[in-house]
């Protein structure tokens, strides 16, 4: 689903055509628009929906917490979360790679052991900082939604969200990385000013 959000329908059609016709094909997604429909229509014979039920979206062994921040003081409120917080392990979610590059810069430039994850670092550099995250070899992994999907870290302290999400979906999926397997664990998010109604939004979903 994020691919089609993406503009990547005509590739995923592409890849699709090439499959061989006797195959089971399985489709997962959080949500189906009707461009996911429309490729299980096209592609997939007497296909079935699944649904899973509804449950409570977030864990109770996450703190979310939120802060009112001006966007150009966005970088002094995390480095004040990062020297406030002992044994930190954090991932930091921002909305662009240039953010990504902008924040790892700036913390670099403080000596932050850091390392960015996006779109345009190569597959070979994105399973090394992966792997290398994953073992704790530094505490802070700055990274876009679509980039950090489908990572999965154990023991993480803090999900900082530099950027707000921009959906519940999307944010529950942020916060889930933390407070797992019994393990307390903190949400931060920055919410600009002209945010406000949107971070309460996602809190009543």
Avoid at 1 to 22: K, N
Avoid at 42 to 65: A, P, V
Avoid at 174 to 185: D, F, N, P
């Amino acid at each position: 689903d994020r691919m089609l959000d993406m503009g990547f329908i005509h590739d995923v059609r592409r890849v699709v055509r090439s499959l061989p016709e006797q195959r089971q094909t399985l489709m997962f997604s959080a949500t189906m628009p009707p461009e996911v429909l429309s490729i299980a229509e096209q592609f997939m014979q007497d296909y079935e929906i699944i649904r899973t039920e509804m449950t409570r979206l977030s864990t109770e062994l996450t703190d979310q917490i939120w802060y009112s921040v001006k966007r150009e003081d966005k970088f002094d409120a995390l480095v004040r979360i990062l020297d406030s917080e002992e044994d930190l392990y954090a991932l930091v979610f921002c909305r662009t790679k240039g953010d990504v590059d902008e924040v790892v810069e700036k913390l670099k430039q403080q000596h932050y052991p850091v390392e960015a994850l996006h779109g345009d670092v190569p597959q070979v550099l994105r399973t090394r900082v992966i792997n290398r995250f994953k073992a704790k070899h530094f505490p802070l992994l700055v990274a876009t939604d679509v980039a950090a999907r489908g990572i999965d870290v154990n023991d993480l302290t803090h999900v900082i969200n530099y950027s707000i999400p921009q959906s519940p979906e999307i944010y529950i999926h942020r916060v889930g990385r933390t407070g797992r397997a019994g393990k307390e664990g903190k949400a931060v998010t920055f919410v600009t000013p002209g945010e406000v109604r949107k971070i309460r939004y996602i809190q009543e979903t």
